[in-house]
């Protein structure tokens, strides 16, 4: 098919694209910044934009995975959000669905799952979050504008001919923490894929296959991430002494981590639960904890990028 990728300048474009054309696919990247992916530089916000593009490469699916998100709400005002998230969102279907396309994959974010109380943790017991999760109250404009941007997918699915799938995804940031800095980078990224990270390169392949599979899902909602070794019966046990469940499920994790000089996380207060995205859209994440652990012990680069550097390519584009 021939695809719009938005976003295709960006961290998860930049994988993507590359696995849409092995699948068989033609990829017109659509960014605000240049990149080797990008061919068309202009904004989702922009209708006009979206309609030339969609004319000149005769686009026939979209992959929206051009957004702000969370470290923009630093650089960002709200009101560019909306525009971006929401209006380009709408733009996009709305171009989608007068073409006639039958599919739309939407990349959205765990985070619009995590109310100012999950993520202050003061619960007794690990969340467990999935997609019957809610009710859904985002504590950022990212979120708000990323559950926005869903039900406007849910909608067109309602009322149009247009399969659109949502990939509420966690996360696969190269660079450090935005705001938590307590452990170094990789240990930080090792742990989280205890319960909340997937690779990029996992993102892009559910990608690929939710492009796929859209027609016969209609609308769906899938949350990504590596799968878990935790149980939900462990929910409390992980709130007050994580180290010890981890060592239950990988006996030799404290070891691993002592001799890295790595610290366990001493608390684990949240989990994505992505087991509806295997039972239903047949998708499962290569790149686990064990692949984690197992790098460790081998001595092995670790199985997910790292870059402290990194920034959005949104920062070199154009003024919106
Ligand atoms: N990085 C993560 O950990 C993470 C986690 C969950 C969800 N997501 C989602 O994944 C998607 C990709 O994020 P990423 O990590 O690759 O971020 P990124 O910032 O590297 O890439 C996003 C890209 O979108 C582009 N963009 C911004 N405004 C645009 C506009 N108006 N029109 C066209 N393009 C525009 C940016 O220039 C950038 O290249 C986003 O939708 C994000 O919300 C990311």
């Known amino acids: 098919m021939r695809v719009l990728l938005t976003g295709s300048s960006g961290w998860l474009g930049r994988h993507l694209a590359p696995m849409l054309r092995e699948a068989g696919h033609g990829v017109t990247g659509l960014d605000v910044a240049p990149g080797q992916e990008t061919q068309e530089i202009g904004s989702v916000a922009d209708r006009g934009v979206v309609d ?13 995975a051009g957004a702000l998100h969370k470290p923009d709400i630093a650089r960002f005002p709200r009101q560019a959000f909306v525009d971006v998230n929401v209006t380009g969102t709408l733009n996009l279907l709305e171009a989608a669905a007068a073409a006639g396309h039958d599919r739309f994959v939407f990349t959205s974010t765990t985070s619009l799952m995590i109310t100012q109380t ?16 809610g009710p859904l109250e985002p504590r950022n404009i990212y979120g708000a504008t990323k559950l926005a941007a869903e039900h406007l997918c849910r909608l067109f699915a309602a009322d149009t001919p247009l399969a659109c799938l949502v990939l509420r995804t966690a996360r696969f940031f190269p660079e450090e923490d935005d705001t938590d ?14 319960n909340r990270r997937l690779t990029v390169e996992d993102a892009a392949r559910a990608h690929v296959l939710a492009l796929e599979k859209a027609p016969a899902l209609g609308f769906d909602c899938f949350v990504l991430s590596a799968p878990t070794p935790l149980r939900r019966e462990e929910a409390a046990e992980l709130k007050r002494d994580a ?4 060592a239950r499920h990988f006996p ?5 981590y002592a001799r890295a000089g790595w610290s366990l996380p001493p608390s ?53």
């Open 52 to 64: 030339a593009v969609f004319a000149r490469h005769g686009i026939e699916a979209v992959i929206h």
């Open 252 to 256: 030799d994790a404290p070891a691993l």
């Open 243 to 246: 180290p010890t469940v981890i």
């Open 118 to 133: 999950i993520r202050d943790e003061t619960a007794e017991a690990a969340v467990w979050l999935d997609e019957e999760s």
């Open 268 to 320: 684990i207060g949240r989990v994505y639960d992505a087991s509806r995205a295997e039972r239903v859209l047949g998708f499962r994440c290569a790149t686990d904890y064990a692949a984690v652990l197992g790098a460790l012990r081998d001595g092995c680069a670790m199985p997910f990028a790292h870059d402290a550097d990194y920034a959005s390519p949104v920062l070199a584009g154009r003024p919106r």
């Open 181 to 194: 800095r307590r452990l170094p980078g990789p240990n930080r990224k090792a742990n989280e894929f205890l």
